[in-house]
């Protein structure tokens, strides 16, 4: 069964800092990793989607890797802004080839001015 | 374009009663899903559907009932509401993965849900 572990439980950091979030997960068997932002009383938004053949995808300030091997994945915000913050979830797949996604805890970011 | 809608926003429930929680997507995707999402729990995966026709159970299935009769709509239906499946659920839709290659996983806002 996969399991994924994300530290920080929680983050605050001045504005302009650059920061990573970390996701770590027990099955590698997998060909692709998300990671999602969730707004409080909001849905969950799709931010990065990291194939394994890519190992790493970037999106503006967003810079997600990913290592199978060591079973982990890092999310890299750079120059952060209060807009950013927001609970950030890491999800593999449940296992290979499967449709299903499991979701870590999340790092609750926040971004102070 | 809206994505994925769901509706109601918010519900609150006796014990014993009966509702159906409706989710729609217009992105034509084979797969949808429900998940609820409770604190300190994380998102757990109820049931979900591969395309119109076809569900499957997820992690915690107990409770709850789904059918997909069209590609567009998903409903989630709770049989019998106990304080328990007090939470937020959240419908989710992708197309499916190609030869090891994923796709964006969209969700819905949400529904809040509270049964007393």
């Known amino acids: 069964k996969q399991e994924v572990t994300q530290i920080p439980a929680a983050l605050s950091v001045p504005e302009g800092e650059n920061l990573v979030l970390n996701c770590s997960f027990t099955?590698?068997?997998?060909?692709?990793l998300q990671w999602f932002r969730q707004d409080p009383g909001k849905g969950l938004t799709s931010l990065l989607l990291i194939q394994s053949s890519q190992r790493e995808q970037t999106s503006g300030r967003l810079n997600a890797s990913l290592d199978k091997s060591s079973g982990r994945s890092t999310l890299y915000i750079a120059a952060s802004q209060p807009g950013d913050s927001a609970t950030y979830l890491c999800?593999?797949?449940?296992?290979?080839?499967?449709?299903?996604?499991?979701f870590g805890k999340g790092t609750k970011l926040s971004v102070i001015p | 374009n809206a994505g994925v809608t769901q509706t109601p926003k918010f519900q609150v429930l006796k014990t014993g009663q009966s509702m159906t929680l409706q989710c729609a997507q217009d992105?034509?995707?084979?797969?949808m899903s429900w998940y609820r999402q409770d604190p300190g729990m994380g998102l757990r995966l109820i049931h979900y559907s591969v395309g119109a026709g076809i569900t499957d159970q997820g992690e915690v299935p107990n409770g709850y009932n789904v059918s997909r009769s069209t590609t567009e709509d998903f409903p989630l239906r709770l049989l019998s509401a106990a304080p328990s499946q007090t939470s937020v659920y959240f419908c989710a839709s992708s197309n499916p993965p190609g030869q090891g290659v994923g796709s964006p996983l969209h969700f819905g806002n949400g529904t809040r849900l509270t049964v007393t």
């Open positions: 099955d590698s068997a997998i060909y692709n």
């Open positions: 999800a593999p797949p449940s296992g290979a080839g499967s449709y299903q996604l499991t």
């Open positions: 992105m034509n995707h084979e797969y």
